[in-house]
Every structure is written in structure tokens, then in C-alpha cells.
């Protein structure tokens, strides 16, 4: 069954134990992908996205362009999107079908949003976007910053969908 091969070998550690490797991950004793914090979730569901998804992971390289080198682990997408959208009073989050399965009723993005007593935003999804003669592409955007083309992330020539 795919679910019980999602199954890592550590699901079943105590807390503690999993406490004191979430420590040792922040104070820098693995190297990037060597350790991941994950959560445990229902293998038996219908959505893969709750089958034990990754929550926080090392991340050293490339530094940070704010903190550096002080941090060193980093939650994922799945944990920390929601939260985001939910503290900053997103009303609709938008995401592209990639992210359907974890932005479902039954994915990690309402579950947590759920177990936290937050706020939930709407979320839709949508196949790949273009608006003619725009750049919406992040890795793009980022292309035309970093070159100087642009003046920055608030240059008024960047699309944004807000």
C-alpha cells in the first residue's frame, strides 16, 4: 500500500524523543536533508498530502538573505503557508492544481488551520495563469530583481495577484 510506504521508520518514536531531534535539528547536529520534523498523520485517509507530511526541515545553504547562517531549520511550505494566510487575513488563498490535495477539507492546510484555532481563508485553485505581455513566474520575477532590470519587489511594472 502507498500509504504504509510514506510511513517513516521513526513515526512511532515517543514525543520526547522526537522533542530532543527537533533540538538537536535547530542547534545545527544535521546537515541540509539529513533530518526532517514531520507530522504524524492519518496513513489509512484518502488524501496523501496528511500522510505524514514534512512540518520543519535543515536548511543551511544557500544562507538566508535576512538572518544569515543563525537559523538553520525552516518549516515547510504545508505548515507555515496556512498560518501565513490565516495571521495576515488572506481571504482567498490561490494556488496553482499542484497544491489541491494539501489546500483540501481534508489537507494539512485546514487541518492545522483547525487544531490551531485560527481563522480559515478561502482557497481556490487554478491551472497554470498568463496575462499577455505579464510575468508572473516567481523564478522570472526574481530573474528581472536580481539583474537590476526592475527597481526591486516594489517596482510597479511587477504583477502581482492580490
Known sequence: CAAAAAASPWRERPREESRREFLRMRDGAYEDGQASLRMKGPLGGDNPAMWDPVFYRVKRSPPHPRTGSAWCVYPSYDFSHCICDSLEGITHSMCTLEFAGRQAADGPYYW???????????TWEFSRCSIAGGVLSKRRLQALVRSGFVDGWA????????
Open 155 to 162: 517596482d510597479p511594472r511587477l504583477l502581482s495577484l492580490a
Open 112 to 122: 492545522l488551520l483547525d487544531r490551531l484555532g485560527l481563522y480559515k481563508p478561502v
